[in-house]
């Protein structure tokens, strides 16, 4: 089964919160090794659904299915998911959001909490499942306690992949953090700057660390309730594995390539770079290829205009073996030379290729209609004393160092930008967010 078949198993975490002498804390567990890339990280307690969660529905305090499911978002099973939150959370830090029949939550502390302490191992095994022990001790699970906050997809290519929400909680009164040390084998609490600080040599999983992040910016549990218990959407986030210098790495929506990489690489591979590299042609379709300069970080893209004729869009600046490297990277014979602007050093970097091929070049102003072809085609602007070209195929636009308005992109029925520096962006995309 390939990665892009696997189907991602309902998982659910929660956050434990506290108010601390020195401010708001989140607690975190440290995964047992098990030979998976989740082994040894700190993580919020959290597991997979079981079918055992539904079977708690009756008692659940505070949301029926109907409404868990609205607040989640899904046609149904919403309140499992409530559930297993509260189950993974009793299982591996021995917290319990749970009531007694007066109302109040649970005390783990003496006797009777003891007891009911005891069935986090067979809970954990399977042996029994948590709407028995809440039936035995006269106990309703509080998923009225527990706020929906995040919602995050596995990326493609890991070999386990898992759809997971994110829940807040505060700390019951009266209980006390415990790892159970089978799944979990240290815990602790921080504040979330000391999380977040470089100096916490933790590995956070970047759902977890994306999470502390989201709750820094509250100072107490008061102020993170208000803010949890708002109304507001909760946006799926799914990353995307590239390959950076430190090796395979998850990008998120927010990172200029996170669109780039989801282009070169559907199937999750996890072999687009995450980086520039200086004079290595990047393949970004079949007749498209980027150059990046060494010196000064700016693209040439090479384009195959039919009968293995090549275009050059923005040559730049005839630094060493950089236009070399075009040279090179092109397969056929390299007949046009067009410029975006009038950039000296673009002009320079253009009349050294025409020296050595050829080419014609086209320049801003200079009257160019349609050419090179119908796989390029060029036409004035934006910006006044500019040139634009799009690739007609994949309604990609070179535009250059312009900013090119957003109304103008739609005009024109642009699909993706291909900058002068940086990453290609996806037009469309963005604008139908």
């Known amino acids: 089964m390939t990665s892009d078949t696997i189907r991602p198993r309902l998982a659910a975490t929660l956050v434990v919160v506290r108010d601390a002498p020195g401010g708001l804390e989140v607690l975190l567990l440290r995964r047992a090794e098990k030979g998976d890339h989740n082994s040894g990280a700190w993580v919020f307690p959290g597991g997979l659904i079981d079918v055992a969660d539904r079977r708690c529905h009756g008692v659940c305090l505070g949301l029926d299915d109907a409404q868990a499911s609205a607040r989640l978002g899904v046609a149904g099973g919403g309140l499992d998911q409530y559930v297993a939150a509260i189950r993974e959370c009793f299982e591996e830090a021995g917290l319990l959001f749970a009531v007694g029949a007066d109302g109040q939550i649970v005390d783990l502390e003496g006797e009777r909490g003891a007891r009911l302490s005891a069935w986090r ?9 948590l709407g028995d022990v809440c039936r035995d001790f006269d106990l ?13 997809l596995t990326p493609l290519g890991r070999a386990k992949r898992f759809d997971t929400r994110f829940f807040l909680a505060v700390l019951p009164d009266g209980q006390a953090s415990a790892h159970d040390a089978v799944e979990t084998v240290e815990h602790v609490w921080l504040s979330p700057a000391r999380a977040l ?32 218990r708002s109304p507001r959407q909760v946006a799926r986030v799914l990353p995307r594995l590239a390959t950076g210098a430190a090796g395979l790495v998850p990008v998120l929506p927010d990172h200029p390539v996170w669109a780039e990489v989801g282009r070169l690489d559907a199937q999750g591979r996890g072999d687009a770079w995450c980086e ?16 990046s300069a060494p010196g000064s970080g700016q693209h040439s893209y090479l384009v195959e205009c039919g009968n293995q004729e090549w275009a050059v869009i923005d040559p ?5 073996g950089h236009l070399d490297a075009a040279l090179a990277a092109a397969t056929g014979p390299i007949r046009w030379v067009c410029l975006t602007d009038g950039d000296a050093e673009q002009a320079a970097g253009a ?3 025409q020296a050595r091929t050829g080419a014609q070049v086209l320049i801003p102003g200079q009257g160019q209609g349609t050419a090179p072809g119908m796989v390029l085609r060029a036409w004035p602007g934006p910006t006044a004393g500019t040139m634009s070209y799009l690739l007609v195929p994949e309604r990609m636009l ?23 520096r940086g990453f290609l962006a996806q037009v469309l995309a963005a604008e139908e967010t």
Do not use: K
């Open 121 to 129: 191992g067979p809970l954990g095994s399977g042996a029994c499942d």
């Open 140 to 152: 309703r699970l509080a998923v009225d306690r527990l706020f929906y906050i995040g919602h995050w």
């Open 197 to 228: 600080s470089a100096e916490n040599t933790r590995r956070l999983m970047t759902p977890t660390r994306a999470m502390i992040e989201q709750i820094a910016a509250f100072a107490d549990t008061r102020t993170l309730l208000d803010w949890a």
């Open 276 to 291: 520039i590299h200086p004079g290595v042609p990047v393949r970004l379709s079949p007749g498209l290829l980027r150059l």
């Open 316 to 320: 730049g600046p005839p630094e060493e």
């Open 351 to 353: 009349a050294w290729l």
């Open 398 to 420: 070179f535009a250059g160092a312009q900013t090119v308005p957003p109304a103008w992109l739609a005009e024109h029925g642009i699909e993706w930008l291909a900058p002068r």
